[in-house]
């Protein structure tokens, strides 16, 4: 197997033939001939401030509500610094992104994963751990497209996670990189617009524009924003400023609603591909098919082992992620798949080797 091309379901990034090449370099050279002096200082702590004002007004907000990162991870980071404290307990979907669980746990939270249906958190089971005692401080919430497993929070249980917040104090992180990335279905309202004053809401430019620009953003209660920001001046006097600056030319020149829709097309003939692929070549596969985003959640049956499966996988030259890379435990028969970075001949001959490696690993 050693001429086999390596195909990858594991990064979460998009093809370099869905990213605006073109777009980039003409936001590059807009940017340097407006404000040579903004993206070649400092800056402010809070990120460059036409991009600042041109997310704020995205979300019918002020800009002092804003404060732009260098990439969502760092909006999260900030975020956590802010108000989780050692031994405070956080709410998490199980499962969750692999780096949110990283970092909660390395601040020594008191993470409390509640289960995630198909149409998002299980709220009746959040309800009946809060019944039970539990006070968190923050629960994160990934609502549309959810990474690892694709899922898309509905409308009642969004209303129901603000009614709980709202009733047990605590905050809702509503972190939402995939939002614009929907390929099918309705748009839904964020919890933000619902309850400015129980939500921070994290978005990034990472799935819209390009990961390696790497800007990102928090939008807040301001004297929350006002806090972040003390960190952010502590931790590096000010962001990005040149990254800032390109994304700012992007967006505003409607290149950015351009480059969403190449990459919605791409990701939807993506999505169809590898359902179509998966039924095909894996039936005891289960999967429900996303609406958007760039993750599709794989359970196999009981007792099979994903570990075994994964180097089985890497000898065919297939790379995924395991399931219980997104869990505190469990899992073990789960995988995700991201489809945003392999085309749809690839998709095709990577569900091949993935199943080949089942048969082999199950004797059929």
Partial sequence: MTDLKPISFARGAPSLDIVDVEGLKAAAQAAFTADPGGLTAYGTSVGYLPLREWIADRHGVAPDNVIVTNGSMQAD?????????????????????????????????????????????????LERVLVAGARPKLAHIIPNFQNPAGYTLCQPKRERLLELAREYGFVIFEDDPYIELRFSGERLPTMLSMDPERVVYASSFSKTVAP?????????????????????????????????????????SGAI???????????AQRADALAAALARELPDARFVKPEGGYFMWVELPRGTDVAALFTAAAARKLQFVKGTDFVLEGYESALRLAYAGVTVPEIEEGVARLADAYRELTGA
Avoid: C
């Avoid at 980071?77 to 199980?94: I, K, P, Y």
């Avoid at 929350?224 to 952010?232: D, K, T």
């Avoid at 480059?259 to 791409?266: F, G, H, N, R």
């Fill in 77 to 125: 980071a900030f975020l956590f610094d802010a108000l989780v404290r050692e031994g405070e307990t956080v709410v998490v979907e199980l499962p969750t992104y692999d780096r949110t669980l990283l970092s909660l746990r390395g601040r020594g939270a008191d993470v409390r994963m509640v289960e995630l249906e198909p149409d998002g958190i299980d709220v009746a089971a």
């Fill in 212 to 252: 390696g620009i790497r800007v990102g953003y928090l939008v807040g209660p301001r004297a929350l924003i006002a806090q972040i920001e003390r960190l952010a001046t502590g931790t590096y006097i000010s962001p990005n400023m040149v990254a800032q600056g390109i994304v700012y030319q992007f967006a505003r």
């Fill in 257 to 267: 609603e351009r480059s969403v829709e190449t990459v919605k097309t791409a990701l």
